[in-house]
């Protein structure tokens, strides 16, 4: 303040060079582009990236609806878009054809909206369980005039389909040979004083896994202990004689 008074802040007299001021403005159009260019492709990746989070992929017509969608918010091309789908591994791919071809179909049923967003609220009130046929009969109880080959289409375009729920199958045992019966030489009696006086057994069958296993023991009727026992995917002969050699050899 002392040196140059009131003009504290001294600045070099005349422009800039040209090129200078050049690169500078180049380089914040790069700065500002890369931004654009790395927001853009965020949005893109969280819009497709979600419609594919499910089991099941994405259909094509959900993929041409989510690329409508990004170019309105984005402003950016057809082309750029999916550009940046298909060169990600972890999203659904699509090609500009097959894009055109679902906007196309896509405004086959704009009109179809209403009806739509209605199938889509009772297949979710009834769990998933319901099929075309049941959606189809509560629509003509709510006098909807559609017919059910249309209700079947707009739910396969919709990628809703019910879930079938299979009842228990009842268990049914194995009654043996029916005719004569050989007199019950224990007269019921499941135990013994003696070891090795009564020996007992029986087939179990478990579930593990979508598989079947077998089980086979033979079981002391003195001191129960298990003698011997076998584990196998097959109820047959070779099971139980092996089962009996290894509880002689004991």
């Given at each position: ?7 504290v802040?001294?600045?070099?007299k005349?422009r ?9 403005q ?26 594919n ?6 259909r094509k ?9 990004l ?5 950016l ?10 060169t990600?591994?972890g ?5 500009r ?5 679902q906007?196309?179909?896509l405004?086959?049923?704009s ?43 707009l ?25 004569k ?5 224990i ?7 003696i ?21 086979s023991p ?7 202990e ?20 290894d509880?002689?050899?004991?």
């Amino acid at each position: 303040f002392k040196e140059n008074g009131y003009t504290v802040i001294t600045k070099k007299k005349g422009r800039p060079p040209k090129n200078a001021q050049k690169q500078g403005q180049t380089a914040d159009q790069r700065i500002g582009r890369a931004g654009k260019e790395a927001y853009s492709r965020a949005c893109i990746h969280k819009k497709i990236g979600g419609l594919n989070s499910r089991t099941q992929e994405p259909r094509k017509e959900e993929l041409a609806r989510a690329i409508n969608e990004l170019r309105q918010e984005l402003r950016l091309s057809v082309k750029y878009i999916i550009d940046v789908i298909n060169t990600n591994p972890g999203l659904p791919h699509i090609s500009r054809s097959n894009y055109y071809y679902q906007t196309h179909k896509l405004d086959k049923d704009s009109g179809n909206q209403k009806l739509m967003d209605r199938i889509k609220e009772i297949f979710l009130e009834h769990r998933q369980r319901y099929g075309y046929r049941r959606i189809y009969g509560q629509l003509r109880r709510e006098d909807y005039e559609v017919n059910h080959k249309k209700v079947q289409r707009l739910m396969q375009k919709m990628g809703l389909f019910a879930i079938s729920i299979r009842k228990k199958r009842k268990y049914s045992s194995y009654y043996g040979v029916q005719g004569k019966i050989k007199p019950d030489l224990i007269k019921r009696k499941f135990y013994a004083i003696i070891p090795n006086r009564h020996w007992f057994t029986d087939v179990t069958e478990f579930h593990l896994k979508d598989q079947k296993l077998y089980l086979s023991p033979i079981i002391d009727g003195c001191t129960q202990e298990i003698i011997s026992y076998n584990i196998s995917r097959h109820p047959d002969l070779k099971q139980v004689m092996t089962m009996l050699d290894d509880a002689f050899e004991k």
